[in-house]
């Protein structure tokens, strides 16, 4: 529901400003911004992004094989994520912002965005290990037929 309102609110203000659009680059990439940065206005607004300001060293990386997850269920975990990671994670990975556009749309540092990443990938990784131990688990039950 709040992805339909958030995007219900980009089209708006997208509406509203119609007459702003210069033709100078393309009607996609000006749709865009303004619906990052009408996003991105509800959430400081709302004071979702109170963001974390340590930095991680270590970078989890996260490989998922296709066959362990579905993306319905992928989407489904990253929509679960925090909303200050899941900002993150999106504007990265989704959109393809680099950490230092994501940290001057958040009005944060580059470390700042690298560790929310880093911790969404972490938050992420364990819910996919999480569901991969439960369909093994379920194999088990069904190949040796009783519960553990």
Same mark, same amino acid.
């Given at each position: ?36 940065? $009408?996003?991105?206005? *509800? ?6 992004? +109170?963001?974390?300001?340590?930095? #991680? &060293? ?51 540092? $580059?470390?700042?965005? *690298? ?6 990938? +972490?938050?992420?990784?364990?819910? #996919? &290990? ?19």
């Amino acid at each position: 529901m709040e992805a339909e309102d958030n995007l219900h609110d980009s089209f708006m203000t997208i509406y509203d400003k119609i007459g702003q659009f210069g033709a100078k680059g393309s009607f996609e990439g000006w749709m865009k911004r303004i619906t990052v940065n $009408t996003i991105l206005q *509800k959430f400081r607004k709302e004071e979702h992004l +109170n963001l974390i300001s340590d930095n #991680i &060293e270590n970078p989890i990386e996260v490989e998922v094989d296709d066959e362990q997850v579905d993306l319905d269920t992928l989407l489904n975990f990253i929509q679960e994520l925090p909303n200050k990671y899941r900002a993150t994670f999106n504007l990265y990975v989704l959109d393809g912002y680099s950490h230092k556009e994501i940290g001057e749309l958040l009005g944060t540092s $580059t470390g700042t965005s *690298k560790s929310n990443l880093a911790r969404a990938r +972490n938050i992420l990784k364990e819910k #996919i &290990e999480t569901i991969t131990t439960k369909s093994i688990i379920g194999i088990l039950i069904i190949v040796f037929g009783y519960t553990l």
